[in-house]
């Protein structure tokens, strides 16, 4: 088991550099962060948008912009239109999200002629660090995309995420379908979800991964936990990603995990044709580079 | 104990429980029909029940002339106030630990049930859940199959069929199957989410794992097929402990139920009997169109029953 975030950055180094198309990148953040990436040799910065603009920022932070390609359109709504087209024509590999809005963004991924759509439903998947764990990688979705998904709707959250996982190496991840206690409620929905889940893993329905649930967050992470719950499972205590029943839950797992245990994350929108990178302002330089070394990597292997 | 693993077997092993702890009392709610005489005179010859005979005494010494039957061997007691009448004091009898077994004669059913379900003298056991089994032996299969509820139970939720569930098993340890196989029933074996008792039998699979329904094994969703045939269950390569070796079959309604008992009954080689299940003591239900010998059998299941709880 992969102990750190750091085996994206390497698995980026190897083999053919994928290209990131980041559709205006204005944001310090953003621009800052596709630098750093390209300088580290993670991905080839393709900036599209105006510029001008871009020059002038990179300027003000003292960015390098050595090696990065130009795409110049300083309309929004075109150049994120660009930066998508780009990607489904295979001139780049890769989307970001830059100083635009996540509507317009989607809007342009969604579009039935040029966009990235693969016929799946997109979701968000986070991989975490948790030092506190011995340092063991947990993912979690949906946190960011899919409010309040219905039993099909997970299925597709869980699918897109077993695809990313096999191609980061983890051949049968073990997921661990939350609620709020790890027994079957008929009033809590969640419960009954995680239930059908794993049935359906069992059925065969889904594949390339052990489903179980439901479980409390504890009894998912933690063997301990487990034990002392008598929970006889493949996945209690080792789970690789939770399952979230919500996005409220799912952000609030995240946003503890990224600011207050001192990990790093990385996080991804998967279901595409290609994987499309999404950065939160407040993430750090880390979190971002990682973020763009998963979207790399999942790339590579589409 | 030896699994029973056939509706003879179970009266012979009645017999024995008899022999061996001597002979369990019925209590008989209008006990005026002679072919319901018959079957509970077999079970007295058999030493497996004795009973209390309640209903209008005439009318049970007429029925008892025409089964042949002497009266001598059981306690008669005259009710002449009515069927309600006859339903609370049979049942009252089970309650007040005079006898073991609340059987239904010929009076209505409304009136034998609201006997069992009488807050003062009837046989409510807390919140549980009541629910009826139909307990089946088919040619050219090893073992007894339970069914429920396909009598009682109309459309149950999902904590009802937990409990159906609890109760059926329970009954099944009885027979002597120690860690019964539960298969959820439903038309595929797949989980559908658009197909609810899928997603119930998922649950239940689920609560099954987590302690929450002890005792057995539960699986599902399965159709039929697959739950009792090992072969169609390796052509779904179905890999599951249920998957062609169940003993219960929990059935998501009772019209679903109700037509796959019946199917079993008139279209198979089969031996078959019922019992309600989940009250305070064994409740026999049956219907005038129940032979005498799956009277018998139902009587034999509830001694068997009766015994096991005793434990």
Known sequence: MMHNLDFLLELCQTGRRMNLAVACPYGDDVLGAVCEAHKRGLINGILVGDSEQIKKKAEAHGFDLKGLSFVDEKNDYAATEKAVQMVSSKDADLLMKGFVKTAVLLHAVLNKEWGLRAGSLLSHLFLFEIPLLDRRILGISDGGMNMYPDLNAKVGIIENAVKCYHKIGVSNPLIAALGAVEVVNPDMPATLDAAALTQMNRRGQIKGCTVDGPFALDNAVSDEAARIKNIDSPVAGKADMLLVPSIEAGNMIGKVLLYMTGGRGAGVILGAKKPIVLTSRFDSMETKLLSIALGAVVASKE | ?311
């Open chain 2, 1 to 311: 104990m030896e699994q029973i693993r056939s509706l003879s077997q179970l009266l012979e092993y009645a017999k024995k429980i008899g022999a061996e702890k001597g002979p369990k009392k019925l209590s008989v709610a209008m006990a005026e029909d002679a072919g319901l005489l018959s079957a509970i005179e077999e079970a007295r010859v058999a030493g497996i029940a004795e009973a209390i005979l309640v209903g209008r005494k005439e009318k049970i010494e007429v029925a008892a002339k025409e089964a042949g039957v002497d009266l001598a061997n059981y306690e008669v007691v005259d009710e002449p106030r009515g069927e309600s009448a006859m339903a609370m004091t049979a049942v009252e009898k089970v309650s007040s630990g005079q006898a073991h077994i609340y059987m239904k004669g010929q009076l209505h059913t409304n009136h034998f049930l609201r006997g069992m379900l009488n807050k003062e003298v009837g046989l409510r056991k807390g919140k549980n859940t009541i629910s009826h089994c139909y307990f089946h032996s088919v040619e050219g299969y090893d073992r007894v199959f339970f069914v429920a509820d396909a009598a009682f139970n109309m459309y149950p939720d999902l904590p009802a069929k937990a409990n159906i569930l609890q109760n059926t098993v329970n009954f099944a340890r009885a027979f002597g199957v120690e860690e019964p196989k539960v298969a959820v029933l439903a038309a595929v074996e797949v989980v559908n989410p658009d197909m609810p008792c899928t997603i119930d039998a998922s649950a239940l699979t689920q609560m099954n794992r987590r302690g929450q329904i002890k005792n057995c094994v539960v699986d599902g969703p399965f159709a039929l097929d697959n739950a009792v045939s090992e072969e169609s269950a390796k052509t779904k390569g179905l890999v599951s402990p249920v998957a062609g070796k169940a003993d219960v079959l929990l059935v998501p309604d009772i019209e679903a139920g109700n037509m796959m008992v019946k199917a079993l009954v008139y279209f198979s080689k089969n031996e078959t009997a019922g019992l309600i299940l989940g009250a305070a003591a064994p409740v026999i239900l049956t219907s005038r169109a129940d032979s005498p010998r799956a009277k018998l059998l139902s009587i034999a299941a509830a001694v068997l029953l009766s015994s096991f709880e005793e434990k």
